[in-house]
């Protein structure tokens, strides 16, 4: 058995280390934004929904 290291650890370099980190915080931050503007929209969708079926009784059967 052979007591020489089969590989060199290497530092990366710093501009791919902050493309990675930038690459990560970017997902992460858009989909938290796409899902509060889901959220908003889903409740907004509701409301609407809502208030479209008491101004018109008949509508409760439309769907």
Known sequence: MSSEPTGV????PFHE?????GGVLGTA???????LVGW???SAWR???QHRTDDDPNMEDSE
Not at 9 to 12: E, P
Not at 29 to 35: A, C, E, I, P
Request: glycine share 18%; net charge positive.
């Open 29 to 35: 931050l858009s989909g938290f934004g796409l899902s």
């Open 17 to 21: 280390r902050q493309l990675v980190t």
């Open 47 to 49: 409301q609407w929904k």
């Open 40 to 42: 908003g929209g889903h």
């Open 9 to 12: 650890y290497q530092s990366v």
